[in-house]
């Protein structure tokens, strides 16, 4: 069993910071690509910032600038840094991990975590 736990998330200001974190535990054999979306109400899920095992780290033009994205391998961890927060970054954010298990070495799999709510309002 994988299990990605998203923590962070909650309820700020305009122009203020929230740091989120996502820890993959379990049967986890090798990870490749960690990343996160976004999903607001009436809306469909969107790709925030992705983070590769080879360093590459990436985030969407809507947030570049404002938002940086960066993993801590040996723990299994992401993180996503959201500075200048706008109203219309609220919205669950969801952790998403492309690995493979120790059951299943040779194939690579998506898993969510079950997401954690940011409200960006004044």
């Known amino acids: 069993q994988v299990q990605l736990v998203e923590s962070g998330g909650g309820l700020v200001q305009p122009g203020g910071s929230l740091r989120l974190s996502c820890a993959a535990s379990g049967s986890i054999f090798s990870i490749n690509a960690m990343g996160w979306y976004r999903q607001a109400p009436g809306k469909q899920r969107e790709l925030v910032a992705t983070?590769?095992?080879?360093?590459?780290?990436n985030v969407v033009d809507s947030v570049k600038g404002r938002f940086t994205i960066s993993r801590d391998n040996a723990k299994n961890t992401v993180y996503l840094q959201m500075n200048s927060l706008k109203p219309e970054d609220t919205a669950v954010y969801y952790c998403?991990?492309?690995?493979?298990?120790?059951?299943?070495?040779?194939?690579?799999?998506?898993?969510w975590g079950r997401g954690t709510q940011v409200t960006v309002s004044s």
């Open positions: 998403d991990a492309v690995l493979t298990t120790t059951q299943a070495m040779a194939v690579w799999s998506h898993y």
């Open positions: 983070s590769t095992s080879g360093g590459s780290a």
